[in-house]
């Protein structure tokens, strides 16, 4: 087998390879919770929630796929076993759990925010301990689309505290534990 020479060391390139992992696995969690809410969801948000799951379902398909092709690009394998996903992730199951909508959206947000920190985490690791700025730039080029698919939950959870006039509903209107948070 040839030798990798791409300007970076084994050593950095398996480190950058086991945060790719890492973000593989926390993204592979997300797409299972997002197609099971899409799913599970009932009730008067139904068709809005259906649709915009299976758009960020799409999109986290495709991140995953991206991640997994990254860590072929610097040598390493990925992993792709659910024993392996579920070891790695940071992200946790909700098993049996069927919550209602705002729940399920509010749940997902938490995910996505879950996945940005670690996210700049890694940025910053990829930069600085490994001095890889590709991954950094790609892994920076996800944690933009994860914020963005947060705000889009988190813009649902909030048109909640909308009144039907338009105004803003009072400020001791309380939240099931989570959300509006």
Same mark, same amino acid.
């Not at 076993?81 to 209602?100: C, M, N, Q, R, W």
């Given at each position: 087998m040839r030798k990798l020479n791409i300007g970076l060391t084994d050593e950095q390139r398996k480190g950058v390879t086991e945060l790719l992992n890492k973000d593989l696995s926390n993204t592979y969690l997300l797409i299972i919770k997002t197609k099971k809410y899409h799913w599970d969801v009932t009730g008067p948000e139904f068709r809005s929630l259906h649709q915009m799951w299976d758009e960020q379902y799409q999109i986290l398909s495709t991140n995953v796929d991206a991640i997994a092709e990254r860590v072929r690009m610097l040598g390493g394998f990925?992993?792709?076993?659910?024993?392996?996903?579920?070891?790695?992730? *940071?992200?946790?199951?909700? /098993?049996?759990? #069927?919550?209602? *909508?705002?729940?399920?959206? /509010?749940?997902? #947000?938490?995910?996505?925010?879950?996945?940005?920190?670690?996210?700049?985490?890694?940025?910053?690791?990829?930069s600085e301990k490994f001095h890889d700025e590709g991954t950094a730039d790609f892994l920076t080029g996800l944690m933009e689309g994860h914020e963005e698919m947060a705000w889009m939950l988190r813009s649902f959870i909030e048109g909640k505290a909308i009144k039907p006039d338009g105004q803003q509903a009072p400020a001791n209107l309380k939240f099931p534990a989570g959300v509006g948070s």
């Open positions: 990925p992993i792709g076993t659910a024993e392996e996903f579920l070891k790695y992730s *940071s992200i946790k199951e909700h /098993s049996g759990d #069927v919550p209602p *909508s705002d729940h399920m959206v /509010s749940n997902l #947000v938490d995910d996505h925010e879950q996945i940005i920190r670690g996210l700049r985490e890694h940025i910053d690791q990829c």
